[in-house]
């Protein structure tokens, strides 16, 4: 068997059949493959030692690789079935791979997480309620009824039609069908027309029919201004509106005669056309009711309306992220949703100095975001550009998929996880450009809820073979990684474990410097962080002084004057309905 490394070499280089090249990277379509990416560390190929999750008819299998199994490829990998509870799911996979690598224990529990997020998600969406069409039983039983007696009757002609012909072959006499006897002939139709009568006689007449109250009283109503909502109607009586709300008319009996069944159809006609509308919203289990004049323009404020009470219950199912540029300079962040998560409407703007921008999360969003600095648009070519933490756009700000160039520091998030909790952290693996905290925001429950990331400015401090310089200033500060490609400082290759791949003199500058961010690949312990229940404050150069002297590698208190918690901004949705049902009632 060859060598883990002389196989990576040859299938690396556009060798694999399992390759997908996308613009955004390089994707890996091997079912065994624990993240999904094609690279020399994810690699079931290239890896005689690898472990994945994979979902056989709703149950989840632990599968494992080692080299001792090379020479037998039907035993090849070795399955093992997880429970459905989660917490006993991580214990055996603990068990199974405690001496394997930090990393590919690491990457084998997220995907069991996101596996069981997902299966989570499909059982909801089974079991939601929707709606169903039921028919007036009424109607069905005539419907059924009425096609049971013509099987009948055709059945009784076709008997009869039989038995004659049979007759006519026994008598010797040779004719067609229309040889029948007139007189039974004429007796069944006789029987069918009465029938046929006696059906529509009691379809027409009714003990009681329902019909308009008044033919001379009409009811009117007009949007006289629009802003003010001054409504104008006439006068109504008490039962067109009972009509309204119980959606019956006035009870009067008639005599149903066939010499006024002309004029009954032309007032049930007239009664139909004065009916008012009536719109039904139904928002989080909430129905409101509006009757409505059947005016276009009343109509036109329907639909403001139901449109004004959706946004307002938009808020109720995400999260604020509040990004706070406290530079001395304009700041552009950017966002980038993870794989599997639909891309956000925003993912990129500018952020003024001293500003603050609000964003609307969705519940179960994962990614990350970061700060694009020394941005500008050539006047010739349109095309926008920055000097850290670009990421190629080519629609003006908006990033719209693309991730971002290092040396860049990431801010990096996984909502509504495991357990319900949030997971987040701030990642200095790709180099640093600016300093990023993340403070949660009325958090409750389970989790640490700890404000984390790194608020000194590396950029002065940075050794001289890992800064990136724009003319005499620093502008950004390199990973060991990104600045020399060596295997041990990214942890790859012969280095793709936490015992071969420990840290540098590079990745310990970072981490004494920003104690709770990620420094190297396998820094997991101290460096992700979970809440429940938050919002979230991204904070852009936090302190008021970046010196990593002056801060010491800790962190300023976290800020309160961000957007309010989920609690708060359920209380203002509360506030807004009972104005927009105020505006309602004083519409109708």
Not at 189 to 197: F, R
Not at 289 to 303: E, F, G, I, N, Y
Not at 518 to 534: E, H, I, K, M, Q
Not at 556 to 572: C, I, M, R, Y
């Amino acid at each position: 068997m060859q060598h883990d490394e002389v196989i990576w070499q040859v299938i690396r280089h556009n060798h694999c059949s399992y390759m997908a090249k996308i613009t955004t990277g390089k994707f890996c379509r091997n079912p065994y493959n624990v993240t999904g990416i094609c690279n020399r560390s994810s690699c079931p190929l290239s890896n005689s030692r690898y472990a994945t999750i994979r979902d056989e008819d709703g149950i989840f299998y632990l599968y494992m690789k080692t080299i001792e199994r090379a020479h037998m490829p039907n035993k090849l990998w070795e399955k093992v079935k997880l429970p459905r509870n989660y917490e006993k799911a991580l214990e055996i996979i603990d068990k199974h791979l405690m001496y394997w690598p930090k990393f590919l224990v690491h990457k084998t529990k997220q995907r069991l997480t996101k596996m069981t997020q997902m299966r989570i998600r499909m059982r909801k969406l089974a079991l939601k309620t929707r709606e169903k069409i039921m028919t007036i039983p009424r109607k069905e039983k005539k419907r059924e009824a009425r096609r049971e007696e013509k099987a009948e009757k055709a059945a009784v002609l076709e008997k009869s039609i039989e038995n004659e012909l049979l007759e006519r072959l026994k008598k010797g006499i040779q004719g067609d069908i229309y040889n029948y006897p007139v007189k039974e002939y004429n007796k069944v139709l006789d029987m069918d027309t009465l029938q046929a009568a006696d059906e529509e006689e009691e379809e027409l007449e009714h003990d009681i029919e329902y019909v308009e109250g008044y033919d001379d009283l009409e009811e009117e109503e007009d949007i006289e201004d629009f802003d003010n909502f001054a409504v104008k109607r006439l006068v109504a009586d008490e039962e067109n509106y009972e009509e309204d709300e119980d959606g019956d008319e006035d009870i009067e009996p008639i005599d149903w005669k066939r010499g006024r069944l002309s004029k009954v159809e032309k007032d049930e006609a007239g009664a139909k056309s004065k009916k008012r509308q009536k719109v039904f919203i139904e928002i989080s289990g909430t129905r409101f009711k509006l009757h409505l004049s059947s005016h276009p323009q009343m109509t036109r404020v329907a639909d403001l309306l139901c449109s004004a009470l959706a946004l307002l219950f938009t808020a109720a199912s995400s999260k604020t992220f509040t990004l706070v540029n406290k530079c001395a300079y304009t700041v552009w962040p950017g966002i980038l949703s993870g794989a599997g998560t639909p891309q956000l409407p925003i993912t990129g703007f500018a952020l003024q100095p001293g500003e603050a921008s609000a964003l609307s999360i969705p519940l179960s969003w994962s990614g990350n975001l970061w700060g694009r600095t020394g941005c500008n648009q050539d006047a010739t070519t349109g095309k926008f550009s920055c000097l850290t933490g670009d990421c190629g756009s080519s629609n003006g700000l908006e990033c719209s998929g693309r991730g971002a160039a290092p040396p860049t520091t990431l801010a990096e998030f996984t909502l509504n996880g495991a357990g319900g909790l949030d997971f987040y952290d701030v990642s200095l693996v790709d180099g640093h450009n600016l300093p990023i905290i993340i403070a949660p925001q009325g958090g409750t429950g389970a989790g640490n809820c700890s404000t984390v990331g790194c608020a000194g400015d590396l950029n002065a401090a940075c050794p001289n073979e890992l800064k990136v310089s724009d003319g005499s200033a620093s502008v950004a500060c390199k990973s060991a990684c990104n600045a020399f490609g060596d295997p041990q400082y990214c942890c790859s290759g012969a280095y793709d474990t936490p015992e071969t791949c420990q840290p540098s003199v590079y990745s310990e500058f970072f981490k004494n410097a920003c104690p709770t961010a990620y420094s190297y690949a396998y820094d997991d312990g101290t460096s992700t962080f979970t809440c429940a229940g938050a919002d979230y404050l991204i904070t852009f150069c936090p302190s008021p002084s970046t010196s990593v002297k002056t801060t010491g590698g800790h962190y300023p208190p976290a800020t309160t004057d961000a957007s309010s918690g989920n609690s708060e901004a359920k209380g203002s949705i509360s506030v807004s309905l009972f104005i927009v049902a105020s505006v309602i009632l004083a519409a109708i």
